[in-house]
């Protein structure tokens, strides 16, 4: 199945993010997004570079539970605005909704939460899963955002080598097939936002790996990049 054009343009805006930090290091000022194998094309030093673009997760169940965190948010907006509850409410969640099975199977109990907490008839000593609620109110506004985070999901983790490993390995057997007119092809792995919020920050160099990329990059949601390899 192709990729629609919504789904290319989030894939364009991703590859600009991670691109960012790296495109100011470089001085780059102009560059081309407008093709694939590789994503993104531009001159440095009167060279013509290739830059392929891979996101990076190091832990797949990290993005199981980044997307029930997502759709549970998603949920209990739907919930308070259909009730009537508008406004801005930023939920703090225990960790413990990390151990039920699935999270779409307490959502009910967390909004019924959420709802006493909003209207007073309940107090956080009661909760099985909110731990904190903050809630701004415009009296004008019809309107409901919803921020949810769940205990300890802001601590800054460094990736595992053998993921940063495992992305040069897949592109690695993509590289026959990027367009050989260009004098160097680079590889860039980046960092996306997630709810385990990975960082390029602690990633030591690479020593000698099997790669045909004449540079590696790494960069992350916090706008961090810098070069981690070079031939």
């Avoid at 996306?192 to 790669?211: C, F, Q, R, V, W």
Wanted: hydrophobic share 35%; charged share 30%.
């Amino acid at each position: 199945m192709g990729k629609t054009s919504g789904h290319i343009e989030r894939q364009k805006a991703f590859e600009r993010v991670a691109f960012t930090p790296i495109m100011l290091s470089l001085g780059i000022s102009e560059f081309d997004m407008s093709k694939e194998a590789p994503d993104i094309r531009f001159e440095y030093k009167n060279r013509q570079i290739g830059l392929e673009v891979i996101d990076c997760y190091p832990d797949e169940f990290d993005r199981e539970k980044e997307g029930a965190i997502k759709s549970l948010k998603k949920y209990i907006k739907n919930e308070l605005f259909s009730g009537g509850i508008y406004g801005l409410h930023s939920v703090c969640l225990k960790k413990t909704i990390y151990e039920v099975e699935k999270i779409s199977s307490i959502r009910a109990t967390i909004v019924k939460e959420i709802v006493g907490l909003i209207n007073g008839t309940h107090n956080l000593e009661q909760c099985e899963y909110v731990s904190y609620i903050s809630s701004l109110v415009e009296k004008q506004s019809k309107e409901t955002l919803v921020q949810i985070v769940v205990e300890g999901m802001y601590m800054i983790k460094t990736p595992p080598a053998d993921a940063i490993l495992n992305c040069i390995k897949k592109k690695n057997a993509l590289y026959p097939t990027y367009d050989e007119t260009l004098d160097e092809i680079w590889l860039l792995i980046y960092m996306p936002t997630n709810e385990n919020h990975y960082s390029a920050k602690g990633i030591s160099a690479l020593g000698e790996i099997e790669t045909e990329f004449k540079r590696i990059y790494i960069s992350d949601w916090q706008l961090r990049g810098r070069l981690i390899y070079e031939q």
